[in-house]
């Protein structure tokens, strides 16, 4: 599998989403992506309660621990490399959770556009 280009949706270097848990479509701790990445694993997400919730609500329980897949779960304050079109749902729904911009793909704008991530822009980051 060849990695898209590392940039983020400024236009930077991609900068690492997270180690612990360790994150990204190839598990290497960032938001990189390629053609196989049918997901689009591009936006780099900071958890929140109410987002996890509404994950597991529509099929997609991120909190609860799968050791057969090296999957710790999530909490609050992790960061992921969140689905592009999860992320659009939920700021639909009013519970999107906040962004890294820096470490969030340049290919997350294919579904999500800038100004939507940049109203979620995380203000530690």
Same mark, same amino acid.
């Given at each position: ?47 929140? #309660? ?7 609500? $529509?099929?997609? %329980?991120?909190?609860? &621990?799968?050791?057969?897949? !090296? ?31 820096? #470490? ?7 579904? $999500?556009?800038? %100004?939507?991530?940049? &109203?979620?822009?995380?203000? !530690?980051?």
């Amino acid at each position: 599998m060849d990695k898209d280009p590392s940039l983020n949706v400024l236009g930077d270097p991609l900068a690492p989403c997270s180690m612990d848990p360790l994150t990204g479509f190839f598990r290497d701790g960032a938001c990189d992506t390629c053609a196989e990445d049918r997901g689009s694993h591009t936006v780099c997400a900071v958890m929140t #309660a109410e987002f996890l919730a509404f994950s597991k609500y $529509v099929g997609n %329980d991120l909190s609860t &621990a799968r050791p057969e897949f !090296r999957f710790p779960g999530l909490k609050p304050g992790d960061h992921w490399c969140l689905c592009a079109a999860r992320f659009l749902q939920a700021h639909e729904e009013g519970c999107a959770p906040l962004v890294n911009l820096v #470490a969030t793909h340049a290919r997350a704008l294919e579904i $999500v556009p800038l %100004d939507v991530l940049r &109203a979620y822009a995380d203000p !530690r980051d």
